[in-house]
């Protein structure tokens, strides 16, 4: 084969394999931030729990409990979420925070749960932020929302 006739084919077949080269490069990025939220968001609901099961001098109170999670969650989570953090985790719409609950509501009697529930929203760059190709929650482009939920009895 002539020589001249192949110049340029390999910038040819560079660019027609680079979209999938970029693909599986945010793909990579989007697991690996999913993959460290759900264990930010495991270790805050742990905790938030172990706060409210150990006997203290302080009342019971599910608020400081789940002040806890959110201290622990806010700082480290990853997000590419357009939101605001606020510093009580307050959740909802077009909010970057993750979403607590504790219960009971009341203070529990010994040798009874005591269960907190983190559950977080993410958007990555490939599950949403540029690739939104669907609309609902369980479409491409919408958020994946991580949940981890953490029981313990009280002391």
């Given at each position: 084969?002539?020589?001249?006739?192949?110049?340029?084919?390999q910038?040819?077949?560079?660019a027609?394999?680079?979209?999938f080269?970029?693909?599986i490069?945010?793909?990579v990025?989007?697991?690996?931030?999913?993959?460290?939220d759900?264990?930010?968001?495991?270790?805050?609901?742990?905790?938030?729990?172990?706060q409210?099961?150990?006997l203290?001098t302080?009342?019971?109170?599910?608020?400081?409990?789940?002040?806890?999670a959110c201290?622990?969650?806010k700082s480290?989570?990853?997000?590419v979420n357009?939101?605001?953090?606020?510093s009580?985790?307050?959740?909802?719409?077009?909010?970057?925070?993750p979403?607590?609950?504790?219960s009971?509501s009341?203070a529990?009697?010994f040798?009874?749960?005591v269960?907190?529930t983190?559950?977080?929203a993410?958007?990555g760059?490939?599950?949403?932020?540029?690739?939104s190709?669907?609309?609902?929650?369980n479409t491409?482009?919408?958020?994946?929302?991580?949940?981890?939920?953490t029981q313990?009895n009280?002391e």
């Open positions: 084969m002539d020589s001249n006739k192949q110049k340029g084919s910038a040819v077949e560079f027609l394999v680079l979209p080269l970029i693909l490069i945010f793909a990025l989007d697991f690996g931030i999913l993959a460290y759900k264990a930010i968001i495991t270790n805050a609901s742990r905790e938030a729990a172990r409210g099961i150990v203290s302080a009342a019971w109170d599910p608020a400081t409990i789940k002040q806890v201290n622990y969650a480290a989570l990853i997000t357009s939101g605001t953090r606020t009580t985790c307050t959740g909802g719409a077009g909010s970057a925070d979403v607590i609950t504790v009971p009341a529990p009697v040798n009874t749960p269960t907190v983190v559950s977080y993410v958007k760059f490939s599950l949403g932020s540029w690739w190709l669907g609309t609902g929650p491409v482009g919408s958020a994946i929302t991580l949940v981890s939920t313990m009280h």
